[in-house]
C-alpha cells in the first residue's frame, strides 16, 4: 500500500521560508514523478512543482518560478518543496501526489494516483 506523508507546512510572515517535506513508500520511488499540489478552500487543487524520477526535469507554476524549488531524494524516499519569499497568496493546504504512469511530472491532478493528507501553511502579510 503507498503511502506519502508530508510535514513542514506551519504559520509564517510574508517573506519568510518553509521547507515542506514528503515521504513515500511502497512504491518504486526511482520511477515516480512527484509534485506539490495547493489548494484554498472552495477551489480545486492547482499544480505547484513536478519533479521527474531522477530529476532531470523540474516544472513550477508561473506565480511561484523563482520562489519555489522541489528536489528530490530517490535514497531516502523524499521530495522537497523549498518554499521562500512565500506571500499571502501561498497560503494554503500543500499536498504531496505520485505517479508511476509518467517519466515526467504531469500538470493535472487527475494524473497523480497517490496523495498525502496535506499540510497548512498560511502566510499572513
Known amino acids: 500500500q503507498v503511502h506519502l506523508v508530508e510535514s513542514g507546512g506551519g504559520s509564517v510572515h510574508a517573506g519568510d521560508s518553509l521547507r515542506l517535506s514528503c515521504t513515500g513508500s511502497?512504491?518504486?520511488?526511482?520511477?515516480?514523478?512527484m509534485a506539490w499540489f495547493g489548494q484554498v478552500p472552495g477551489k480545486e487543487r492547482e499544480f505547484v512543482a513536478g519533479?521527474?524520477?531522477?530529476?532531470?526535469?523540474?516544472k513550477y507554476a508561473d506565480s511561484v518560478k523563482g520562489r519555489f524549488t522541489i528536489s528530490r531524494d530517490n535514497a531516502l524516499n523524499m521530495v522537497y518543496l523549498q518554499m521562500n519569499t512565500l506571500v499571502p497568496e501561498d497560503t494554503g493546504v500543500y499536498y504531496c501526489?505520485?505517479?508511476?504512469?509518467?517519466?515526467?511530472?504531469?500538470?493535472?491532478?487527475?494524473?497523480?494516483?497517490?496523495w498525502g493528507q496535506g499540510t497548512q501553511v498560511t502566510v499572513s502579510s
Open positions: 501526489a505520485a505517479t508511476q504512469e509518467a517519466v515526467r511530472p504531469p500538470l493535472s491532478a487527475e494524473a497523480y494516483h497517490h
Open positions: 511502497g512504491l518504486n520511488f526511482n520511477r515516480t514523478a
Open positions: 519533479i521527474s524520477w531522477i530529476g532531470g526535469t523540474l
